[in-house]
């Protein structure tokens, strides 16, 4: 509760206290950008240790050649004032009755002192050699940590000295003499300084976040003061419910007995949901993305000028009456109030015909204004006391808007009408006031990642809806021709190929660097090299074999061979166990075949092909593992393996998302696995071609890889070569690199290590396979997938 101020009747506000200290986001998002700076530079230096050392060097001559007063007078004073500024300051703010700050940097700068130390201590006790040689140059004595400059960073910025133009000044050219100081006396590296400065700025902003900032947001009373200088007499002014935004809004009461609604932006709201709006940044286009930060002035005028707008327009919104800064740290915006409720609050038998219409002829006032709302969700829409309808929320808007915006509005309000009303009487609705066109152009726009994060959620719950819409509009506008849009740049799958691509190269360039190129071409037994490349030539044949048996249509040999060679080239861009079903899906369709039968044949393919995977995996580990071809006990490693895969797979299925996301997953994979399979049955050809290639193709890779390890004199047994190919295989598949790169190349070499083979000889032998079951096959399969394409089989 709070009083107005001195230049008019006092007025009551009612709202809660403000808390005295809060959370500031702002500090959390730079502690976490700078610890992200401080991986960037330590990574950076590993990379480019060369280019560092380089520095190095340049800086020591540079120090070296500078006169020796300098030298003294640097250390003198730069020395002495990174300790006196501090102090000074502190003094200064405790008679400014500011001491709380001074006990925020206290904290911080002791904090520092330790982590530093124990960094330190680790970095040179145990730490690894390539850091510890880049932070202390190799020299005795010379921390990899410097205590003193990452307090000093860490006091400073925990007492906001940055906000003092003056004192910033005189501690930045404090810090840069201290540190030209510690160069010439070769007491720190260039490494060592810049980490212990991101250090101490890490250390500044987790204490600001961790113990709060002071609340610098102004109280009702100063929103009363403001409302004065627009011309408002208040009398009366209440805190209600924060909006959609997390800003504050005021009930407040004029002299004149009419109520008006505020809303209070205050600054350090800004960056509030920032990560967010970053991560939607990056993944969506550039037409339909939104600035992550924006200034508290930037947001004001977008506000008022998108309320301005829809007045303009005739929209019904509540109309805008005034803006105001308060202070530096807030503004205002009041808006006239009308006696509303929000939509997800009118009960669904409430919401008719007539409501839904009254909602779309808004739309279409702000469409034919070119101006989209871009939030047209339940909470935005609400209906006053006459079941008028009034959109609110007006900030998230763009004036001017282009097509795209536009039809996504359509989209949005589409599926969050949806939601309540169903999906034919919303397309319904839509239609009679917008016309077929305009939900036809919505069409491709229905996407999940195009709506709210609130629509989104609650789809969660009407998995179908989409489709639904889709179908009705469909139904309308049946030959509208609409083209795609992808508004995203890149899906999270992409991110986990690229991430698993990048660890790919470099486990196989450290396994490249221990391997003599020379010897491995000169060495090899052709002979052997020369099977192990018919055998991989084979596997082809063998999967063209396999899909054959799989369809009880008439397939031609050659043309299928061709696509099990466009597969390989496929595979350069995508996961191994998603290229082949993709490609053959594709063929299938092409041949005529229906697409849910097509999906089936490559399925039961898939599932036939994991079953005999799966057996001739324990049926080679067993003899393997048996000490006699005699024995009926399977080797212990053989138990150890199948107890492992239960205890995974108890694992898997007793969590409810996991257990959903594998059934549904294997569900739509294999749906139409069994009627397919009955129709193959029927034929003793097909059966014979169908088994007889599922395992032939695994059987050529068998001889491919046990070639490959005799070319370099390696012995192991045919039946262990078999179970280190069928587990490195199943690795492969399950990796989300193109092809299975690095994770093959690795489990096939852990493999074979482990069976008794000298690491060289494994290397070499699965390079070699690599070679030939992977990387040479790329130019004929690129060829094979141009020359089909080109004859649009596929």
């Known amino acids: 509760m709070s009083f107005g101020d001195s230049e008019g009747p006092a007025v009551l506000v009612v709202e809660p206290l403000l808390p005295q200290r809060l959370r500031r986001p702002s500090d959390a998002l730079r502690f976490l950008a700078t610890m992200l700076a401080l991986a960037g530079v330590v990574l950076l230096a ?25 030298v003294l007078i640097a250390g003198f004073v730069g020395g002495g004032a990174v300790l006196i500024i501090p102090v000074v300051f502190a003094v200064e703010r405790v008679f400014h009755r500011d001491g709380l700050r001074v006990a925020e940097g206290l904290i911080a700068a002791i904090t520092a002192v330790l982590l530093s130390f124990a960094l330190g201590e680790w970095i040179i006790g145990s730490g690894p050699q390539d850091v510890r040689q880049l932070l202390t140059g190799g020299r005795p004595g010379v921390e990899p940590l410097n205590t003193l400059l990452t307090s000093v960073v860490a006091y400073m910025t925990a007492v906001r000295i940055t906000r003092r133009p003056t004192w910033r000044a005189l501690m930045w050219t404090a810090i840069a003499l201290d540190v030209f100081a510690l160069f010439t006396s070769a007491t720190a590296t260039v490494l060592g300084v810049a980490v212990s400065i991101l250090v101490g700025l890490g250390v500044g902003f987790g204490t600001l976040y961790t113990v709060g900032s002071p609340n610098t947001r102004p109280p009702g009373s100063a929103m009363v003061a403001a409302l004065r200088r627009l011309d408002f007499k208040p009398v009366k002014a209440r805190r209600i419910e924060d909006d959609l935004q997390g800003s504050r809004r005021y009930a407040v009461t004029l002299d004149d007995g009419r109520r008006i609604d505020v809303t209070l932006l205050d600054r350090d709201r800004q960056v509030a949901g920032f990560l967010y709006r970053l991560w939607r940044r990056m993944l969506l286009n550039s037409e339909t993305r939104r600035r992550a930060i924006r200034s508290l002035r930037a947001e004001l005028e977008r506000e008022a000028l998108m309320a301005y707008a829809a007045q303009a327009a005739g929209v019904g919104t509540p109309k805008l009456l005034g803006t105001s800064e308060v202070g530096s740290e807030a503004a205002l915006l009041a808006y006239e109030h009308l006696e509303t409720r929000a939509l997800e609050d009118v009960p669904d038998t409430q919401i008719t015909d007539e409501v839904l219409t009254a909602i779309w002829k808004q739309v279409r006032l702000l469409q034919a204004q070119r101006l989209a709302h871009r939030r047209l969700a339940g909470e935005s829409i609400h209906l006053d006391q006459d079941g008028n309808v009034v959109l609110i929320d007006a900030r998230s808007g763009e004036i001017a808007a282009g097509d795209l915006l536009l039809r996504l509005d359509i989209a949005q309000l589409l599926t969050c009408l949806a939601l309540r009303v169903g999906a034919e009487r919303s397309v319904r609705t839509a239609a009679a006031v917008l016309g077929p066109d305009a939900l036809a152009g919505a069409l491709p726009l229905l996407q999940r990642i195009a709506l709210t994060r609130q629509t989104r959620a609650a789809l969660s719950r009407h998995k179908n809806l989409l489709s639904d819409i889709r179908e009705q509009i469909v139904e309308l506008k049946p030959r509208a021709e609409v083209a795609e849009v992808r508004l995203e740049r890149f899906r999270p799958r992409t991110i986990v190929t690229i991430i698993g691509s990048a660890l790919a190269a470099y486990i196989l360039l450290s396994q490249l660097t221990r391997v003599d190129f020379v010897r491995v071409v000169t060495t090899a037994e052709w002979a052997w090299t020369g099977l192990a490349l018919l055998a991989s030539g084979m596997s082809y044949l063998a999967a063209a074999l396999m899909v054959r048996g799989f369809v009880p249509e008439a397939l031609p040999l050659g043309r299928t061979v061709l696509v099990q060679f466009a597969g390989s080239f496929v595979k350069l861009v995508a996961p191994a166990a998603v290229s082949g079903v993709a490609i053959n899906t594709r063929y299938l369709q092409k041949r005529g075949i229906p697409p849910g039968q097509a999906v089936s044949s490559v399925g039961a393919s898939q599932l036939i092909g994991l079953v005999f995977h799966i057996a001739l995996l324990m049926l080679f580990a067993y003899i393997t593992g048996s000490s006699a071809p005699s024995s009926l006990t399977p080797s212990r490693g053989l138990l150890v393996v199948l107890l492992g895969v239960a205890v995974a797979m108890v694992l898997l299925l007793s969590v409810r998302p996991l257990r959903r996301l594998i059934t549904t997953r294997m569900g739509a994979l294999f749906s139409g696995v069994v009627p397919r399979l009955l129709d193959v049955l029927q034929s003793p050809r097909k059966v014979i071609e169908a088994t007889g290639g599922t395992l ?75 070679l030939l079951t992977f990387w040479l096959p790329v130019l004929p399969g690129w060829a094979s997938f141009t020359w089909l394409q080109r004859h649009q089989a596929i």
């Open 696 to 770: 032939l193709l695994t059987l050529m890779f068998i001889v491919c890889l046990d070639a490959c390890v005799r070319a370099f004199g390696g012995s192991l047994s045919f039946t262990a070569v078999a179970v280190v190919f069928l587990a490195g295989n199943a690795i492969g598949s399950a990796a989300p690199t193109p092809g299975g790169l690095g994770a093959v190349e690795a489990s096939l070499i852990a493999g074979l290590t482990l069976s008794g083979q000298p690491y060289e000889v494994a290397t070499s032998a699965v390079l070699l396979y690599r």
């Open 46 to 70: 590993l990379i480019a240790k060369q280019t560092l050392n380089g520095i190095e060097a340049d800086v020591e001559v540079g120090t070296d050649r500078a006169p020796a007063p300098l």
